[in-house]
């Protein structure tokens, strides 16, 4: 498919880690003796495909234990409506999102599970986890 001129999201994959993304508030968790899971299902995400500059439409599922904090809804559902106008390879998004979350909320684990539509004929299923203390997190 041939790009608009002038139209490229290149530059931005190289830089991707330090992109200023909308801040991820957090609650006190008044459990924090207890070990239980969050599940977080985003059904309609959206972000736009740095190649072609159409939309790119995914399911993520973020699972996580809190410790200390857990995540303020309302902060994280301005934080993925942020991608919208955002071309971002699958990858690099999944692992920019779970970056953000833990940084935000420091759980004992996270996992997240970014499924994305089929583009010409292929679906991407991109999955990341998080354990507190592993160095390869």
């Not at 801040?23 to 985003?42: G, H, R, T």
């Amino acid at each position: 498919m041939k790009r608009k001129k002038g139209f490229s999201y290149e530059g931005l994959q190289k830089s991707i880690r330090s992109l200023k993304t909308p801040a991820i508030e957090v609650w006190k968790n008044q459990y924090p003796d207890k070990s239980y899971i969050i599940c977080l299902d985003i059904p309609e995400f959206t972000c736009i495909c740095p190649k072609t500059g159409l939309p790119d439409f995914a399911g993520i599922k973020i699972e996580y234990s809190p410790d200390k904090y857990c995540i303020e809804l309302k902060s994280f559902k301005m934080y993925t409506i942020f991608y919208r106008n955002i071309g971002v390879f699958h990858e690099h998004l999944t692992n920019k999102i779970l970056e953000d979350f833990v940084k935000a909320c420091q759980p004992r684990w996270a996992k997240i599970t970014s499924e994305f539509n089929p583009r010409g004929g292929i679906k991407t299923t991109v999955i990341r986890e998080y354990k507190k203390g592993h160095p390869s997190s």
